[in-house]
Nanobody, 121 residues
Framework: VQLVESGGGLVQTGESLRLSCAASGLVFSISVMGWYRQAPGKQRELVAG???????KYADSVKGRFIISRDNAKNMVTLQMDSLKPEDTADYYC????????????????WGQGTQVTVSS
């Protein structure tokens, strides 16, 4: 499985970024997909996940600001991040996992190399 992230960068508070992840080596259409992030000195956390059927789950800290979506035809998952805050600064990792239809079934077993997001105040 190969997951390649793109779209990170440096933005100011309130601006937007769109992260993309190109996936290969898996049956993308039935895999669950997600985005994790890890800030310096903190544990990696699940930011957003999307199930095989398109159900989504978000961390409380990003609800209403981030949207995860998948394009099964292109084997891609994206994370639209709006109203960014300095506390969103982290390395963001794309993740994939076995099929699951309920958000309670979101488990992940592969991660990409990550892309850095920095939000200045």
């Amino acid at each position: 499985v190969q997951l390649v992230e793109s779209g990170g960068g440096l933005v100011q508070t309130g601006e937007s970024l769109r992260l993309s992840c190109a996936a290969s080596g898996l049956v993308f259409s039935i895999s669950v997909m997600g985005w994790y992030r890890q800030a310096p000195g903190k544990q990696r956390e699940l930011v957003a996940g999307i199930t095989t059927g398109g159900n989504t789950k978000y961390a409380d800290s990003v609800k209403g600001r981030f949207i995860i979506s998948r394009d099964n035809a292109k084997n891609m998952v994206t994370l639209q991040m709006d109203s960014l805050k300095p506390e969103d600064t982290a390395d963001y990792y794309c993740a994939s996992g076995p099929p699951g239809w309920a958000v309670e079934e979101l488990t992940f077993d592969h991660w990409g190399q990550g892309t850095q997001v920095t939000v200045s105040s």
